[in-house]
């Protein structure tokens, strides 16, 4: 198959990204942010200035997780501005995209199964997701919720039948996926049935690294990476090397199995050992929206887009396709790569 290549197993690593069980249904548990001050493009410092970075930092909960922040600039002041301004958009973007926030635009759109004069930013994450569900022939589908909603409350009860719901269950949930017939413009969102609901949450966390970094691009930093639950590099490292981006070993989440090079790229992560409903893992958070079942045909899939959030959304659907068919969207979107590893342990690596 074109552009198949083994895959690196271990090397130096800069960064560490973190997949485990989570109470809440998300993949990660820890997001952060960094910026460099070696590569900000700003008015000139004098040589005592220059000689000196500020760290301001911060630490809290974003998008459902813990979050650390940390911006370093030649300016305090400045520094401070830029993760205030960071810190704000992600707030704004929790209050549409909140799966867990009651006020949330999501929440009232699943609640109506209908959101008159929606949110911008909304529609704007529902276009990336139409055409995600696009490239992948349906395999990204944001109305997998009926199926979350399933499995989340089969395996909550106690004694629950370790062969998962019932399949008349199952196929009631299935009648109320697929992204094809929820309607969006900039007036209204509709979801065409009873019952259905949208998660954002397999591309919302790219979506809003992407926002992060471009509120610091406007503040004039032009090599860091930025993580806000996906890693995206802007420009390479401050030295000119690309950036090193560490990732999950599945068999040994605690772990990173290897490293990716980026530079002005986006990097994202899937795999069943991110979320397990039961204890055996059987049933995982990568739900597929056709059959309803979880994907067990790859231990990971770890994509490098030049968005977080295209990212994102395909290292989702890529867990549900076969090679040959991931080998297509590839070519037809003529950039990136996917690296993969098999459920028998082969390493693979695709690319435009």
Not at 71 to 95: F, I, K, N, P, W
Not at 193 to 206: C, D, H, P, Y
Not at 248 to 268: C, F, K, N
Not at 328 to 349: D, K, N, P, W, Y
């Amino acid at each position: 198959m074109e552009g198949m290549l083994p895959l690196p197993h271990r090397r130096m690593l800069t960064r560490t990204r973190k997949a485990a069980m989570s109470p809440r249904p998300s993949r990660r548990r820890f997001i952060g942010i960094t910026a460099a001050a070696a590569g900000l493009s700003l008015m000139p410092f004098a040589p005592e200035a220059r000689a000196e970075a500020h760290l301001v930092t911060w630490r809290g909960q974003a998008m459902g997780a813990v979050a650390t922040l940390q911006v370093h600039h030649h300016d305090r002041t400045v520094a401070q501005r830029l993760v205030d301004r960071s810190l704000a958009e992600v707030r704004r973007l929790e209050s549409v995209f909140s799966l867990y926030r009651d006020d949330s635009a999501l929440v009232l759109l699943n609640r109506q199964g209908f959101l008159v004069a929606p949110p911008a930013e909304l529609v704007e994450l529902l276009s990336e997701c139409r055409r995600c569900w696009e490239l992948t022939g349906g395999a990204f589908d944001p109305t997998v919720q009926a199926l979350w909603a399933l499995y989340r409350d089969h395996f909550s009860r106690p004694g629950a039948d370790p062969q998962g719901p019932p399949v008349a269950a199952l196929k009631a949930a299935l009648e109320r996926v697929g992204f094809g017939g929820v309607t969006f413009d900039a007036n209204r969102i509709a979801l065409p049935r009873r019952g259905m609901g949208l998660t954002l949450n397999g591309i919302a966390q790219g979506y809003v690294t992407d926002r992060v970094v471009d509120i610091l691009r406007a503040g004039g930093i032009e090599k860091s990476l930025v993580d806000m639950g996906e890693p995206r590099a802007l420009g390479s490292r401050p030295s000119g090397e690309p950036w090193r981006v560490g990732i999950t070993d599945p068999d040994y989440p605690e772990r990173i199995g290897y490293t990716l090079e980026a530079v002005d790229q986006a990097v994202a992560t899937s795999g069943g050992y991110g979320f397990r409903f039961d204890p055996d893992g059987r049933f995982n958070h990568l739900l597929d929206p056709r059959t309803g079942t979880s994907a067990h045909r790859y231990r990971s899939v770890t994509t490098v887009m030049p968005t977080a959030a295209t990212a994102d959304a395909l290292s989702t659907a890529f867990s549900l396709l076969p090679l040959t068919d991931i080998n297509q969207t590839v070519q037809r979107l003529g950039e990136g790569r996917v690296h993969m590893l098999t459920a028998s342990g082969e390493a693979i690596m695709l690319q435009a």
